[in-house]
């Protein structure tokens, strides 16, 4: 290994955040990342000669801060090991990123601890935290933030046996050629050795790849094979389906290039707008949606009443559902059995009428949905199975991703073949029949655990607003379209588990 002065490697890990990502630019001095692209799920290198040194910059894919480890796409976690073996034979540092302006709590803690682990135990020895955004404040100190952030972040330190680094902004050369010296001082703590990933993990994720790759591909002929003629249909009354914060009314915004759906905020009420949609008259009516993490007896009668309410709405039956489901999170048998039994609501026939909506799948970056699919295994393959292999992708910050004359095709091919939906009349009369009454009135605990996760759900609303304010503190002017890093489908509701 040509070493000090010669090559160097380093992969850069960030929980994603709010904040535009200029780290990667900044340690090789220049524009070498596209600045304000996409935030993606792929990891991306570049090579650049860095006074005197050719320095090959990883950037490992990223996960949203402070979730766990089972939130995280396999597509991922798979990532992840493969974006440090990409350059044999390895990296010399695994740089991670922590942004100073924000609150380093035991859940981002045991957040990091699981990402990098995935890594092997020995990944410690080769790991530097790097702070940014300390200027979020005046006259604050890098020692003072890591006195006052307390045990999560301390703990965090001492597994990096206290290697770490500031970046601030407006600072360069000297800044980076700090880091190199400190990558320079661990590597030969570690008696030269660079960062080695087992090779055993690394065949099977190699292997498991390449797999998901050969599947994707094979779906994606499916898809194209199991195509059939559209039966042409003059208006179109769809219903939109899925947890709280999945993207229902953003996805229904984009389909009537509007923006009235969720304008209240939090939908309570099924509402319904119209629109032209391909010389289509189309109804679209938005539903409130279930809890994401909690069973479907924790799903409220008012809720279930609502969704009845809407399938009413698109009288005489709705020519379609849509489920929403965010691409930017995994799909676990946890999540299939919260939306199968939520969606019993609609009688087994709504499932021959549905079709899965992805949202987030910018995120994706150059994976295909293909490739998240057959990643994420089984229980998200029986969704898919289960709607007749229809599904369809939007990104609410990303119009050119946005096909809506390909969903309509969907729809109407979905409609060839296919007799009207009659669950409707079936749930509705009467509802309080049909809408269980799990969450008694007289059952008091229940009643109340309902009534936390609404506060929960304002208290998170309020400390997303504060985690906004001090980004935008600490880098200017308000964050414009073009540079703001979007938020991830789980980071603004409550926690529920
Ligand atoms: N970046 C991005 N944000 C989205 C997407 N879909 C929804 N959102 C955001 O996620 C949050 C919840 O979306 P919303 O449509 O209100 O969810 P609903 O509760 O299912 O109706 C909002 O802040 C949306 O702007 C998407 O595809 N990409
Ligand atoms: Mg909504």
């Known amino acids: 290994m040509a070493w000090p002065g010669g090559n160097l490697q380093i992969v850069l890990i960030r929980p994603d955040t709010y904040g535009p990502d200029t780290v990667a630019n900044s ?3 220049r524009e070498v990342f596209e600045s304000g692209k996409n935030v993606t799920l792929k990891s991306e290198s570049q090579v650049k000669e860095v006074n005197g040194r050719k320095v090959c910059l990883v950037k490992a ?15 991922v976690k798979d990532e992840l090991v493969l974006s440090v073996a990409q350059h044999p ?32 135990e020995n990944v410690w020895n080769h790991t530097l935290v790097l702070f ?21 972040l301390q703990w965090l330190l001492k597994k990096c046996a206290n290697r770490y680094h500031v970046f ?40 498991r790849r390449s797999e998901v790759e050969e599947k994707a591909k094979e779906r994606r002929l499916r898809v194209q094979e199991g195509k059939k003629q559209p039966k042409r249909q003059d208006d179109l009354r769809l219903v939109m389906l899925g947890w709280v914060m999945a993207g229902k009314s953003a996805s229904g915004n984009i389909i009537l290039n509007t923006d ?92 021959s009428h549905t079709i899965v909506v992805f949202t987030y799948v910018k995120w994706l970056g150059d994976f295909t949905i293909e490739d ?15 709607c007749g292999n229809r599904y369809h992708i939007f990104d609410k910050d990303v119009k050119d991703l946005n096909n809506v004359p390909e969903l309509v095709r969907t729809i109407e091919e979905m409609l060839s073949g296919n007799s009207p939906y009659e669950g409707s009349r079936e749930t509705l009369s009467p509802v309080e029949d049909r809408v269980s009454t799990v969450v008694q ?41 073009g540079n703001q890093r979007s938020i991830g489908s789980m980071d603004q509701p409550l926690d529920c588990k």
């Open 27 to 29: 340690i090789l001095g």
């Open 61 to 75: 894919p990223v996960w949203l801060r402070g979730y766990s480890l089972c939130d995280t796409p396999n597509l």
């Open 89 to 120: 034979p390895g990296p010399h540092a695994l740089v991670i990123e922590i942004e100073a302006n924000l609150p380093f709590t035991n859940l981002c803690r045991r957040s990091v601890e699981q990402h990098l682990e995935l890594l092997g």
């Open 132 to 152: 940014t955004h300390l200027d979020w404040q005046d006259n604050y100190t890098v020692e003072q933030h890591i006195e006052s952030e307390g045990e999560a």
């Open 168 to 207: 601030n902004s407006g600072q360069n050369d000297l800044q980076v050629e700090q880091l190199f010296g400190k990558v320079e001082e661990m590597v030969t703590g570690n008696s030269g050795r660079h960062f080695e990933i087992d090779s055993a993990l690394l065949s099977r994720t190699e292997q």
């Open 260 to 351: 009235d759906f969720g304008k209240e905020g939090h939908t309570t009420r099924s509402v319904k707008y119209y629109g032209e949609v391909e010389e289509h008259r189309t109804t679209i009516v938005d539903t409130p949606g279930w809890w994401k993490f909690l069973g479907a007896e924790f799903t409220s009668d008012s809720v279930k009443a609502e969704i009845l309410e809407g399938v009413s709405m698109c009288s005489p039956y709705p020519h379609a559902f849509l489920l929403v489901i965010p691409a930017d999170t995994s799909f676990t048998e946890e999540l299939k059995k919260i939306v199968q039994d939520n969606m019993k609501l609609l009688g087994e026939e709504v499932w």
């Open 372 to 386: 998240h699919i057959e990643s994420e295994g089984e229980a998200l393959q029986w969704l898919i199975e289960k």
């Open 441 to 481: 009135k007289e059952d008091a605990p229940l009643l109340k655990m309902v009534e936390v996760l609404y506060r929960g759900w304002d208290w998170r609303a309020s400390e997303w607003n504060e985690i906004e304010k001090r980004v935008h503190m600490a880098s200017g002017p308000p964050l414009s379209q």
